[in-house]
């Protein structure tokens, strides 16, 4: 057995109790004869979801011979958080990374995003994905995507090897390649169609879904998945196979509280407001293996990179908790238990000019500046007042901070203030913004293997005519996801399972 497998399923072990009590792990798989089903249609490869991964699977099933493909969504708009995601694209050995003389390749990628997650991953898979963006991005490009002439270097990556798109975020990469896909593929794209379950025979391989079509979401629900009894129930046959792109749950507050606890409903997210764990606990229920559903992602208004230059505070005591030079993850892991102590409220990132004038992100700062996320005082007294911290506290903080920061060494945290040019938080102006973790994307999910075939969690083998990509699988990046990767991940694995679902 696959010793990546291996540890797997020993994670599992672990986090299956909680599954268990969630009312999602199975006693066996379900099978349903195939004559049972009176199917209403029949494709030969069905995807489900319409992000960058699964529009990419689409595609490629296309292009691969299984012309009878289709797309579902189960919202009314397109793209899910694909459609509001900046999706930079790291990719190794790019035609940009060429021209420059930049020395890249898929193991130094792979070896990136391992030290990352604490090599929490599982590296086979990867690999596979950052070889794979090699031959994606001009295979994009021909489908009509367009990226910017220059590449980011970003906190991570030992080289530079990300391309930002021309036209938008993500809508200027799902544009083209939906218009490709519809347009010059003819490929159909059914809207408020509701996945509900897979439809598997009695030797466990995949043949169908159950799905509800015209479906409206309902975001005041408590639980959409569970109380949501709208639309008309249809069973399609799938004569290769799924693919599931579901995407993430980030929005399942009861879902993700039951894995993380301490992260409660006050946490905002950026994904779409339709990532709920319904597909998740449909897959488990299958007999899917799931990996790392306890790990997220955290975003901030400004630069992870950018919080090292000011003083991260309690507002509820105006102390210090943690070195702002910390990793986001475990940044964003305190702040959520400062909060879950102090009724809510966020701490505050209080820098002043000095600090200001050290931003590496200054575009993300004039926009916090403009939409008011950060705000500007003449006064330690001032911001003080406005932001309802308590002054003594406040200035006692500061002045530990000022002369560490005058000495070069936090004598709190260990801060490496002298690598910071000792800048401290006593020239005027002063600054302050909330320092809000936000979840942008889960790390957990199914398992796969190279192929994008979903492991079965009893045999450890791939459940035959049963596919997934992108934020719907989990084990490719560990505890930390590397920035400018969700993209990658989306665009190889989207590739590769349309391509092995055509073949089956």
């Not at 090699?134 to 009509?144: N, S, Y």
């Not at 639309?231 to 004569?239: D, E, I, L, N």
Request: hydrophobic share 40%; net charge positive.
């Amino acid at each position: 057995m696959d010793e990546n497998i291996k540890q797997s399923r020993r994670a599992f072990l672990k986090g299956g109790l909680a599954l268990s009590a969630m009312g999602l792990a199975p006693a066996a798989l379900a099978s349903t004869p195939d004559n049972s089903i009176q199917w209403d249609e029949t494709f030969e490869v069905i995807v489900v979801g319409s992000g960058l991964a699964g529009t990419c699977a689409a595609i490629r099933a296309k292009e691969n011979g299984a012309q009878n493909t289709i797309i579902i969504e189960k919202m009314p708009v397109l793209g899910g958080t694909s459609a509001i995601s900046g999706l930079n694209f790291s990719v190794v050995n790019s035609h940009l990374q060429q021209a420059q003389g930049i020395s890249d390749s898929a193991e130094q990628f792979a070896e990136d995003i391992s030290k990352a997650g604490g090599y929490q991953n599982h590296r086979h898979l990867t690999v596979k994905m950052a070889e794979t963006t090699t031959r994606v991005l001009p295979w994009a490009i021909e489908r009509g995507c367009r990226f910017h002439d220059k590449l980011k270097s970003l906190g991570g990556h030992s080289v530079p090897r990300t391309l930002y798109p021309v036209n938008g975020g993500g809508q200027g990469i799902l544009r083209p390649l939906r218009a490709f896909y519809t347009d010059k593929l003819s490929g159909e794209i059914r809207r408020r169609v509701k996945f509900d379950k897979l439809h598997m025979n009695a030797q466990g391989e995949v043949i169908g879904i159950q799905v509800r079509e015209q479906y409206f979401f309902d975001p005041n629900l408590g639980n959409d998945d569970r109380e949501n009894t709208t639309g008309v129930v249809k069973h399609y046959r799938a004569t290769k196979g799924v693919v599931m792109a579901v995407g993430g749950y980030s929005r399942d507050v009861e879902f993700r509280a039951m894995e993380f606890p301490n992260i409660r409903d006050y946490i905002p997210t950026t994904t779409h407001r339709g990532a709920t764990a319904g597909a998740l606990k449909s897959l488990v229920a299958a007999g899917a293996q799931t990996v790392h559903l306890s790990l997220m992602r955290f975003a901030f208004d400004i630069p992870t990179e950018d919080l090292q230059w000011g003083a991260l505070v309690d507002p509820q005591s105006g102390n210090r908790f943690l070195s702002e030079k910390n990793d986001r993850q475990t940044v964003a892991e305190a702040i959520c238990n400062i909060m879950d102590r102090n009724g809510g409220r966020f701490p505050l990132n209080i820098y002043d000019q000095d600090g200001i004038d050290n931003f590496h992100d200054k575009q993300r700062l004039h926009l916090a500046l403009e939409e008011g996320m950060m705000v500007k005082y003449d006064s330690i007294d001032a911001l003080a007042a406005a932001e309802g911290i308590a002054l003594p506290g406040l200035k006692a903080t500061l002045s530990r901070y000022n002369d560490d920061a005058q000495r070069g060494k936090d004598s709190q945290f260990g801060k490496d203030m002298a690598a910071l040019k000792h800048v401290s938080v006593k020239r005027a102006p002063f600054y302050a913004i909330k320092a809000r973790p936000k979840f942008n994307y889960t790390q957990g999910g199914v398992l796969i293997n190279e192929n994008a075939q979903v492991i079965a969690r009893d045999t450890a083998k791939p459940i035959k005519g049963l596919y997934a990509c992108g934020e719907a699988t989990g084990g490719l990046f560990g505890r930390i996801r590397l920035t400018a990767c969700s993209c990658p991940d989306a665009f190889a694995f989207g590739v590769i399972a349309g391509e092995q679902a055509a073949k089956a």
